[in-house]
């Protein structure tokens, strides 16, 4: 009386795996998501990329660089809803056999008998199993200059997902635009919270701000002269002299070949600022007064950053940047 059940019963226990599919958002990209606990960083790659670029055998993470195989790449979401499909696969699978038994019940009955018993199926309604729609696409989106794999995400990411380089050029332009951000948190801190605190706040960030500049342009400046070949001392693209004069030896052209005198005037105010943040605690000597040319402040001084200091500096080190990024390429 339950031979179709039995048997689906016996089919669906030896079901090794179902195929879900996955649907690409509206721009053509997949949703993954990194499967070290730590981190759960979510990201896109384009289908046609997944397909053809990322190998199956190792994937990386854009923000910590976690590697593992492809097939370990779903989503939080993804893996939700994919029990459910599966489930609705197998909720339909049984009231089919159960209906199935039922009519063939009906069938076997006997008109003419003394006792006959039937199966009557009720209720039991099938699933609709749909495939796992794909999250909106993300805001930012950018191409691996070593491999061609697109992806996109929304924050940080550093690394390439199909072969885990890191791009020096966007890196450097990701990190600018992260210390903008910063730097134009000021209004919505005074909002939020108390007067002290957010000065406090501000002045904290705005510091840091021209010390992440500094590092964004030797960290893009090491890699270019890297590639290139050559080894540069430690610490030599923090010094505007020592890095235009490292530049000017390798490709003809040092910083005052790419900026007016103006903005080399500004850039040497501003890396000295850095240096006495990082190293004197912004307090002004006659060193910083020598070197920087800057007038504005008197010996004992503490340092005071602006908003619009960080973003012309952000500016300057990104035109110096994407130039050298140009003038450099072997």
Known sequence: MFDNLQRELR??????????????????????????????????????????IVRDEEVFCPSCRHAAPAESWFTTAQLEAAKQYALGIFTNALNGAMRADAAASKQRRNPNAFLSITLDAKGGRDAVPVPVAAAEPMRLRTKCESCGCRYSYVGAAYFCPSCGKNSATHTFAQTLNTIRTAARLGATLRETLGPDEAEVMIRSLLEKA??????????????????????????????LEAGSALWEAEIGAGYAHILDAAAINSLGIYFQQRHFLAHQQGIVDTDYVIRSTDTTYAVGQRLVIRETAVLEFADLVEKLGFELIARSKP
């Open 210 to 239: 021209m010390q992440d500049t500094v590092m964004s342009f030797q960290r893009l400046a090491e890699q270019l002269y890297d590639q290139r070949g050559n080894t540069a001392r430690r610490n030599a693209f923090q010094n």
């Open 11 to 52: 089919r669906l226990a030896e079901t090794k795996e179902i195929s879900v599919p996955l649907e690409s958002d509206a721009e053509g990209y997949v949703d993954k998501e990194c499967p070290a606990k730590e981190c759960l960083f979510q990201f896109k790659i384009h289908a046609e990329d997944w397909k053809n």
